[in-house]
């Protein structure tokens, strides 16, 4: 095949095509008659790969490079060279509305100068250059993160595989768009981290890892979040209720507000323990851990943080009612002593079982059982209360206490509204369900 004929099927002029073969990106066989090249369709592929690499802006030896790499290696330049051009394309958007703003600002003159140099000299600084690697940084997934939403995701698809297996027709339809929405969550999280490990291996690599520690980090943050809610509600029952108590329960917000002011500075005790142990900088942790980063950045804040923590979790612990063998006692953050009342005191009883399919109040939900009083004009609601651990039969009959209560009250005549309408979304043991009932039915 003659030059004019590369030429027409490559679109490269002639000077071009003998200017590759001079740096040794095409090796052109020679006819040994004529001594005249004879081009392959090899050859002409090859000036045809040459020229698009050309166009996208890589150097010859760049090019020289590709042609002693494998797919994989060509692949990364390629991927490369496209976040090249993103960034050119941001730099591009940045000089346009720098022109448009100029062109607003031009008569200022000096201070116009002044500013939009000042402005110029922080977009190309070092500073500039490290806070926009941090942003890609930050930005790459993780396999850990991944592998935490996944199974975060994926409790609605068990859900629904349950809901299906007890029967519970009245939850398959929302319970099926939710487990719908987090299965395509799950996918695409899985198809962006595949795709970001191909395209940047390296920095995947390296957050990944940086998240390793995290690992043993919440591990140790669970056994101590459990560990620091036994040791706050042993000491709470020993120090704020009566000892005769039957049972207490906090209210349902503040119980789980009360669990998380416990949890939170426990994992990032963790947090701090690690990086202790890695010895590393905790700047350096910063993009693993938004509680981390948070900390970081309060500053001289810390003391009234800390300060508002501790009144969060005062306000929180003392918001819970009490029950004796006689007794009703509410305790606020502004009674901690308690407000006693008897049981003829209570106005009336609702008891039954929750109906709705989300809720921040678990005893709302669908078979959750509640039995809520009304005393002194207030709503106290018990859903899961805690016992008096040293009462036998409590320990071995649990739910026992509320039966009990709701005996002793309905004996002194309190006016009681029950309904037992969806009993049977109740995942309970049968032992509890029958409890339940019988609390309902009672009168």
């Known amino acids: 095949m003659k030059i004019k004929d590369v030429e027409r099927l490559t679109g490269l002029t002639a000077k071009s095509i003998r200017y590759y073969e001079s740096k040794n990106l095409i090796a052109v066989e020679r006819n040994e008659e004529n001594s ?29 490079k590709f ?35 100029l062109a607003k600002d031009y008569e200022n003159n000096e201070a116009v100068v002044e500013e939009y140099n000042d402005t110029i000299e922080f977009l190309e600084s070092d500073e500039m250059s490290k806070l926009k690697e941090q942003v890609k940084d930050f930005a790459a997934p993780n396999l850990i ?35 719908i929405i987090c299965t395509a969550l799950t ?40 560990a620091a809610v036994v040791a706050v509600t042993a000491l709470f029952s020993e120090w704020a209720l009566p ?89 606020f953050p502004w009674k901690p002593m308690g407000v006693e009342y008897k049981y003829s005191d209570a106005d009336s009883i609702r008891t039954g079982f929750g109906d709705k399919n989300i809720s921040l109040a678990e005893y709302k939900r669908k078979g959750s059982f509640y039995y809520q009083i009304e005393i002194n004009g207030q709503t106290v609601t018990f859903h899961a209360p805690t016992v008096n651990e040293q009462i036998e039969r409590y320990e071995e009959h649990t739910y026992l206490e509320l039966e009990e209560f709701d005996q002793a009250l309905t004996a002194l005549g309190i006016p009681k509204e029950a309904d037992e309408k969806g009993w049977e979304n109740c995942d309970f043991d049968k032992e509890y369900v029958d409890r339940f009932l019988r609390i309902i039915r009672y009168s």
């Open 36 to 64: 005249y090249r004879n081009y392959t369709d090899e050859d002409v592929a090859r000036l045809r790969w040459i020229k698009m690499f050309r166009y996208l802006g890589f150097s010859i030896k760049e090019i020289e």
């Open 67 to 101: 042609l002693t790499m494998g797919a994989d290696g060509i692949k990364k330049a390629l991927n490369q060279k496209a976040d090249e051009f993103s960034e050119q394309e941001n730099l591009c958007e940045i000089k346009r509305s720098l022109c448009l703003l």
């Open 145 to 179: 993160t991944v592998i935490a939403e996944t199974l975060i995701f994926m409790a609605p698809v068990f859900s629904l595989f349950y809901n299906i297996q007890a029967e519970r027709t009245d939850m398959l339809m929302f319970n099926g768009i939710i487990a």
């Open 187 to 226: 996918t695409w999280n899985w198809i962006h981290y595949a795709n970001q490990y191909k395209k940047d291996r390296e920095r995947v690599k390296r957050k990944n890892h940086k998240m390793i520690w995290l690992v043993p980090a919440m591990v140790a943050a669970f056994i101590l979040g459990i």
């Open 243 to 331: 000892g005769n108590y039957l049972f207490y329960e906090h209210g349902p917000v503040t119980g789980m507000a009360l669990v998380l002011l416990v949890i939170f500075p426990a994992i990032l005790f963790c947090v701090l323990v690690v990086a202790k142990i890695r010895k590393k900088p905790v700047e350096e942790m910063e993009d693993v851990n938004g509680l981390l980063f948070i900390w970081n950045r309060l500053g001289k804040w810390r003391t009234a943080v800390i300060i508002a923590w501790l009144v969060a979790l005062y306000c929180c612990a003392f918001n819970f009612t009490a029950v004796t063998k006689d007794k009703i006692i509410r305790y």
